[in-house]
Structure formats: structure tokens, C-alpha cells
């Protein structure tokens, strides 16, 4: 009746070792470490850097505690973990010296911070610590307003300037193309004019709705972005300016830099750890440019120590590679509509490149006279450029062409994304910032470990004293819900915050609800009188519907906090989602578990460590006769007429209600048979 299959014990014990390996991390606490990054988007780290930082440490007889390697979509970074804080700064001298053999020109960024202490064989099955929001670790906090209204202007101005273009090409006459405020606005003299021009404009600059109304003096034709185009152009500068940014702060050397979108327009930009807001500033509101230039053909790449020739200048690409440009640039970044990875026609990785109007008269007119020659894009940052690439003109070009010969289609799309990320696809103004010490941080982390720990204390001590084994067997339940939270919160590497532990308090309140619901459900049955066996069966079967609706009315409320909140709100509802699912796993499926593992085997089992089961009193029966001439007296009766009412009201008295009946008079003799009173 109360035993659990093995397939329900082995998961428990699946669930607590996974529990307790994923929980582990984040109590050997952190240690010094040194953190190299890119400092140049045109610099990647790969396994020859590793090399690099190996050789260095091995040169200056460091042994490192650990030293990892880690390569993401987003970001790639170099950790060295050392014992102490002396041996920490050496390092990052030692590193800075091999790394950047130029002071003035640094090609990598290294910079000092703090990683987890644990050991490399919990690293290794992707056991990691909790990241520590700002209001825990201390840092900056930037949200940046993204002028929407100007990416689509910006890109308006480019389809104005491409649809002059194109009906100067068609030799169709206008009385002037403009952008009027979220429009496009082309004159025509007269009605057969417009419809011309009207339907090649919609052949060839689809993105926009083109319709045909009088005004001007005659015939305009107005072109504006559908939604859905509206939409994507938004999300697109959106999307530039976040990985614009993740390129910037790679220079502040943050550990674990949080941006991320907020809403349809905000940027939120968490620096953990960084204190200097002047410096964070400068670095997030800083212009890039992005330059197209011929290379010198006969002698690309020169000895650096050899002079310049008169009208080129020297530039690096990639780790410190020499290239001649001319000073004469083609085009500039701002007219590059759109930049996307593909494949050329013989299925090799290539970078197709989309020009405005301008950009594409400018590139062929160059192109035209110097095919076979080399071209170079340049990006422009802190007043330093860096070649991202150098490609053989093999024709004439326009406003669309490929550069091919890139090795890798992840190769391709590093530099596509550069092309579009130089610089911000729309400005940002900083509309909120807060800088927290990393004193007070280490103050909110006691008091909210504090919260928790005397949390948990008390809840234990009143489900022990008032529930006695099932207390205990609740108490065991809700620290199991505690370590299954910490575990998954750590495997989906969150970010805690201050009310992310409001969360889990809360969450040790709603797990512990359940088990009170279901041992007093187990009491409800023992007073019924049902064995203790069946008591327990029944108690956590009709508690569980309970616990169901109620648990799940709760995670929709947590669910509209996840949907429409943000920031601290979205941190709390994660952590109150996730703590309702591992409450309801460990509260019934868990502690039922134990519960069956203790009593399951008892055949003859004839009570429950539970606490006091209150009973009502029971009505003793009555010991005399009813009658007309005993003695007993008339409360004894009066007991007597509710234990058997239907015995002391006759066979014709209905069963459970009680007759009373008037009592004979003592002094008179009895009456005879079949007389009535």
C-alpha cells in the first residue's frame, strides 16, 4: 500500500546527487584571478594566446591554481586562479609585459578579478556558482534609451537617397525626392509619371509601401515601412548597438557583463565589480567609424621598420600584421545599409555587403579603374584603425557585393558582424545610473544569507515540535527544495539579487505550506478512525489536489511577473517560478518517499508519530433499562435516548432521532395493557 517501485527511489537519489553536485560550486566561495580579453575587435583569443599565457607563467615560475580557456558565441576569455592577491598582481604584470610587447598600442586587455574557487572536476561537468547581481557584488548599473525614431530615419535618408538614384537611372523626372518626418515624398507633374515611377519604387526598394495622392502641385508618391518592416529595422539597431557594446566593455575587463534588452527600446548594462562610472561612460557613449580604402598593390603587407611611402599610411590587422593603405577613402561605414554571412556560388563563406545610393556610385567609380587591386575595411576606434579584411577587386562593383576567400562560415559572420557593429545603429542617451560598493554588497549577501538561514531555523522548530516525525520528515523535505533551487538556479547560471533571496524565503514558506496541508490531512483520517496505513494513503492522495490548485494558481502570478516585469521584478518571479516547481516535487513526491520508507514495511502498524490528534469526546452508553419505575435518574435516561433513540422510542420510532416520551406519575399505579395516557 505505501511502498514506492524502485524506479521512484532511484530517482530521489538522481535528484539529490544532481542537487548536491550543482549546489557544491557556490560554497568554495571565490578566489583572486587574472582575465585576459580581446582589446581590438579585430583580435580574437584562440588556443595560441592559451600558449602565450602558459609560456609567460612558466617564464616567471607561477603555478597557477587553474587556468581556463573559454570561447563562447558572445564573448572569449582567458582566467588564471592563483592563491593569493600578491601572486595575482604578478601575473597580470607577467601577462600584460607578453601580451601587449607594445604599451601604447595594447592588443589584449588584462585585468584583475575574482572567479570561483571550485575545483576543476566540478568546472568540468559545467558545475558553476550563481553570478552575483550588483546590489550582492557591488558595480554600475547604466539603462540606456535607444532613439528608435532615429534608426528609422537613418534608414529612411538611405532609401530617399537609393530611390533618387534609381529614377535618375530610369530617366523618370521628379520634382524632388525628401523625407518627410516617418516618409518618403516624391513629386511627379503628372499621373502616368507617378505610376511609373510608383511601381519600379516597389520593385526595387521593397521595404517600403509606396501609394500615389495628389499634392505638391501634382502628383505625390509616398513610400513608409509597414510594421512588420518597422519592427525589423528597430530590432536590428537594437540588436547592433547590445553587440556593439559587449565589443566595448570587453575593455573595462568585467568579469561577467550584463546587457541585455529591456522592453522594445531600453538597453540595461550591468558592470559588476567596475567603480568607476566616468571611465564606463566614456567607454559606452564612444563613436567608432568604418573606413573602405585601397591597399597599396605592390606592397601590402611591408616591413614595419621600412618607411611610408607619401599617401599611404600603416595599419595592423589581426596580432600585429603590417598593412599600407591609401588615404583616400571610398566609403564610409555609415552608408553600409546591411552586412550578412553566406556563400558565394561555389559554396564558399562570404560577406555580402549592401551600400546605399551614394556608397554605390562612390565603389564603382573606384572599382572600375582598379580591378585586380587590393581593398581594405578599416575600423576606427579611440582614433586607432584596425584592417578587419583585405580583398582582391575581381570587377566592377556596386551598391551589393561579396567578399570572399574567409575560411570559416563563423569567420564570415565575425566579420559581417563587425561590418554592421562599428559603430551604433542608433544613439543612446543613459536615462538611469547607480553606482554600489562592493561594501555594501557584502552587507546585503550576510543579512540576506542571515534571512534565510533564521528562516529555515524556525519554520523547522515548529514542524518538529507540532508534527514530531512527520515534522522532521517536512523539515528534510523543505532542504531538499532548497538544494534542488540553488542547483537549478546554478545550472541555468543565474544572476541572484537581493530579491532573488526575497524569493527563495518566500519559497521555503510556500514548500513547507504543502506539508502542513498533507499532515493534517494524515491527522483528519486518524480521527475518522480509518488504521494508520490507509491514513497515510489517503492523506497525501486528497492533499494533493489541494496543493495542486493552489500551487499552480501561485506560478500564474509568477508567470505575469516573468512576462511583464523587468529587472529586480523578472529576478524575483524566476526564482518564485522555479522554487514552486521544486516545492511541489519535494513536498509530495519526496517526503512520501521517506515516509513510505519508514512506516511502508509496518503490517501492524498501529499508530503515527504525528502529534496530538484531537478527538471529540464520545457519548458513554447508558447501563439501565427505561422505564417508568426505575430509579436512574433523568440525565442517565436523557443519555440513554440519544445513545439508541430508536430502542427507547419503540419499533415505530425513526432510526437516529430521539422520542421523548412523558413520564408516568410516580404515585399512581400502573396502567393496564393498551391504555393510552
Known amino acids: 500500500m505505501n511502498r514506492y517501485p524502485l524506479w521512484k527511489h532511484v530517482v530521489m537519489v538522481v535528484a539529490l546527487a544532481i542537487g548536491f553536485l550543482y549546489t557544491l560550486p557556490n560554497f568554495f566561495g571565490e578566489a583572486p584571478a587574472v582575465q585576459v580579453l580581446s582589446g581590438k575587435a579585430t583580435v580574437k583569443l584562440d588556443s595560441s594566446t592559451l600558449s602565450q599565457v602558459d609560456a609567460a607563467l612558466a617564464a616567471g615560475q607561477i603555478q597557477p591554481d ?40 595594447p ?97 526595387s526598394v521593397s521595404e517600403l509601401q509606396w501609394a500615389t495622392q495628389p499634392g505638391g502641385g501634382g502628383i505625390q508618391v509616398i513610400g513608409t515601412f509597414t510594421p512588420a518592416v518597422q519592427k525589423a529595422v528597430q530590432d536590428a539597431a537594437l540588436k547592433q548597438n547590445i553587440t556593439t557594446l559587449h565589443n566595448r566593455v570587453n575593455e573595462l575587463g568585467v568579469a561577467e557583463p550584463v546587457i541585455q534588452q529591456q522592453g522594445s527600446d531600453r538597453i540595461v548594462v550591468e558592470l559588476p565589480g567596475v567603480q568607476d562610472t566616468a571611465k564606463a561612460k566614456d567607454i559606452i557613449g564612444r563613436t567608432a567609424t568604418l573606413e573602405a580604402r585601397l591597399a597599396d598593390p605592390i606592397n601590402t603587407h611591408p616591413d614595419p621598420s621600412a618607411p611610408v611611402p607619401p599617401g599611404e599610411e600603416l595599419f595592423t590587422q589581426g596580432n600585429q600584421v603590417p598593412v599600407l593603405l591609401k588615404k583616400q577613402v571610398i566609403f564610409t561605414g555609415d552608408r553600409i545599409i546591411d552586412a550578412s554571412a553566406g556563400f558565394d556560388e561555389h559554396q564558399r563563406p562570404s560577406v555580402n555587403i549592401r551600400l546605399d545610393s551614394a556608397g554605390g556610385r562612390a565603389v564603382r567609380a573606384v572599382s572600375r579603374d582598379n580591378i585586380g587591386k587590393p581593398m581594405a575595411m578599416v575600423l576606427f576606434e579611440k582614433g586607432k584603425g584596425q584592417v ?135 491527522r483528519e483520517e486518524l480521527r475518522r478512525g480509518a488504521p494508520p496505513q490507509l491514513a497515510i494513503q489517503a492523506g497525501y492522495a486528497h ?13 500564474i502570478a509568477g508567470l505575469a511577473l516573468l512576462a511583464f516585469g523587468s529587472g529586480p521584478v523578472r529576478g524575483f518571479a524566476i526564482v518564485h517560478c522555479i522554487g514552486i516547481l521544486t516545492s511541489m516535487f519535494s513536498a509530495v513526491f519526496f517526503s512520501r518517499g521517506l515516509v513510505n520508507l519508514w512506516y511502508g514495511g509496518r503490517k501492524k502498524l498501529k499508530s503515527l508519530a504525528i502529534g496530538q490528534i484531537w478527538k471529540p469526546e464520545a457519548a458513554e452508553p447508558a447501563a439501565a433499562t427505561f422505564g417508568a419505575q426505575d430509579g436512574a435518574t433523568d440525565t442517565a435516561r436523557a443519555a440513554q435516548q440519544l445513545a439508541s433513540p430508536a430502542k427507547s422510542g419503540g419499533a415505530g420510532a425513526p432510526r437516529g432521532k430521539p422520542v421523548v416520551r412523558r413520564r408516568s406519575n410516580p404515585g399512581m399505579p400502573p396502567k393496564k395493557p393498551g391504555a393510552s395516557s
Open 388 to 522: 578587419l579584411t583585405v580583398a582582391t577587386i575581381q570587377s566592377e562593383l556596386g551598391d551589393r557585393f561579396q567578399i570572399t576567400g574567409q575560411p570559416t562560415p563563423q569567420a564570415a559572420a565575425d566579420l559581417a558582424l563587425l561590418l554592421r557593429a562599428g559603430s551604433l545603429a542608433a544613439p543612446m542617451d543613459i536615462i538611469e545610473e547607480r553606482t554600489i560598493g562592493p561594501s555594501l554588497g557584502a552587507d546585503n549577501i550576510k543579512m540576506g544569507f542571515h534571512s534565510v538561514v533564521w528562516g529555515f531555523c524556525a519554520i523547522a522548530v515548529f514542524m518538529i515540535a507540532y508534527y514530531m516525525l512527520f515534522g522532521i520528515v517536512s523539515v528534510i523535505g523543505l532542504s531538499v527544495n532548497l538544494l534542488l533551487l540553488i542547483a537549478v538556479l546554478s545550472m541555468l547560471q543565474a544572476t541572484l539579487t537581493l530579491p532573488g533571496i526575497a524569493a527563495i524565503a518566500l519559497a521555503l514558506g510556500m514548500a513547507i505550506d504543502s506539508n502542513v496541508l498533507i499532515n493534517e490531512r494524515v
Open 66 to 105: 587553474d587556468v581556463t580557456f573559454e570561447n563562447t558565441a558572445t564573448n572569449a576569455n582567458i582566467r588564471v586562479r592563483v592563491k593569493d592577491t600578491d601572486t595575482q598582481l604578478r601575473v597580470k604584470d607577467l601577462l600584460q609585459k607578453a601580451l601587449n610587447p607594445d604599451p601604447t598600442d
Open 107 to 203: 592588443q589584449f586587455v588584462v585585468a584583475l578579478n575574482l572567479q570561483s574557487a571550485s575545483p576543476r572536476w566540478l568546472t568540468a561537468l559545467h558545475a558553476l556558482p550563481m553570478y552575483l547581481g550588483l546590489d550582492l557584488r557591488g558595480g554600475v548599473h547604466f539603462l540606456l534609451q535607444v532613439d528608435m525614431a532615429g534608426a528609422l530615419t537613418k534608414k529612411l535618408d538611405s532609401d530617399a537617397s537609393d530611390a533618387r538614384t534609381l529614377l535618375r537611372d530610369k530617366n523618370i523626372r521628379d520634382g524632388g525626392v525628401d523625407r518627410v518626418d516617418q516618409s518618403i515624398v516624391a513629386n511627379f507633374a503628372d499621373q502616368q509619371t507617378a505610376d511609373d515611377a510608383r511601381q519600379m519604387l516597389s520593385s
Open 543 to 555: 492533499a494533493w489536489a489541494t496543493i495542486l490548485d493552489s500551487n499552480v494558481t501561485t506560478l
